[in-house]
């Protein structure tokens, strides 16, 4: 069992920062054989991807749309994996999840586990 929770979001003007943070715990976790992301969803639209980092190597992945503002990263010692948002868009706001998933392959996340989100909204 995966337990994630999310904290840090906010409203920001546009062209603002947060960081985002995602507790991990759980007697299943273990930071070298999960995948870990973040998600967004607003509303009315499906949830989408936003970054991830690979277990071990740490690889990271990021959506184009957030690409050169948004940083992942990952506190494997304390079980945290952040979202460093800069450079604000309203197009950014959204509930934002955490996920952790110990198999992803094509970009689908098998059985991931989901925190209860965060709300980031940016305002012109």
């Known amino acids: 069992q995966v337990e994630l929770v999310e904290s840090g979001g906010g409203s920001v003007q546009a062209g603002g920062s947060l960081k985002l943070s995602c507790a991990a715990s759980?007697?299943?976790?273990?930071?070298?054989?999960?995948?870990m992301g973040w998600f967004r969803q607003a509303p009315g639209k499906e949830r989408e991807g936003v970054a991830a980092?690979?277990?071990?190597?740490?690889?990271?992945y990021y959506d184009d749309s957030v690409k050169g503002r948004f940083t992942i990263s990952q506190d494997t010692a304390e079980n945290r994996l952040y979202l460093q948002m800069s450079n604000l868009k309203t197009e950014d706001t959204a509930m934002y999840y955490c996920?952790?998933?110990?198999?992803?392959?094509?970009?689908?996340?098998?059985?991931?586990?989901w925190g209860q989100g965060t709300q980031v909204t940016v305002s012109s």
């Open positions: 980092i690979w277990p071990g190597r740490g690889t990271t």
């Open positions: 759980g007697s299943g976790y273990s930071a070298s054989r999960y995948f």
């Open positions: 996920a952790a998933s110990a198999k992803v392959v094509d970009g689908f996340w098998h059985s991931p586990y």
